[in-house]
């Protein structure tokens, strides 16, 4: 995934969060993203999964793993978390938290998103979250998480 860091220059431009922008690799996984559908990709040759999809695939290093994306549950439990206090990123406010997940239907698959309840939502290891979408552009949303108790 490329980043878009070129915000448009005006003479005060607010803080315009930046963009993915989906290359071959990526592809199908912001398609599904952008109908509120988290995937993980799947390598055609040893049939793991993986995220984010890379040029090989992590498991048996292929380099041509033909990643197809596959929907999933999209439930997941906390590992750690971050609240960030200092604004380093722009189109973000601090505070905000950063949570670290493992999607319950592939555990060895971990994300790290915001949480969108808040940066003083209360968490433990293990608290239950839901994925959420964050529609930051034209066909374009960025997963995030929620407690599972407010989904
Ligand atoms: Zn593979």
């Given at each position: 995934m490329e980043i878009d860091q070129h915000a448009a220059g005006t003479a005060a431009p607010p803080p315009v969060r930046i963009i993915p922008i989906p290359d071959a690799t990526s592809a199908g996984y912001w398609e599904a993203a952008a109908n509120h559908v988290l995937t993980v990709a799947r390598c055609a040759v040893c049939g793991q999964t993986t995220l984010?999809?890379?040029?090989?695939?992590?498991?048996?290093?292929?380099?041509?793993?033909?990643f197809t994306f596959v929907p999933v549950e999209g439930k997941a439990r906390v590992r750690t978390w971050t609240v960030i206090r200092?604004?380093?990123?722009?189109?973000f406010t601090p505070p905000f938290m950063l949570v670290d997940v493992e999607l319950n239907?592939?555990?060895h698959i971990r994300m790290v998103a915001g949480l969108l309840?808040?940066?003083e939502a209360k968490l433990e290891i293990g608290t239950p979250v839901v994925v959420a979408f964050e529609d930051i552009a034209p066909k374009i949303s960025v997963p995030a998480f929620r407690l599972e108790k407010s989904a």
């Open positions: 984010p999809p890379d040029m090989s695939c992590p498991h048996c290093h292929t380099t041509e793993p033909g200092r604004p380093f990123l722009q189109g239907d592939h555990p309840d808040g940066a």
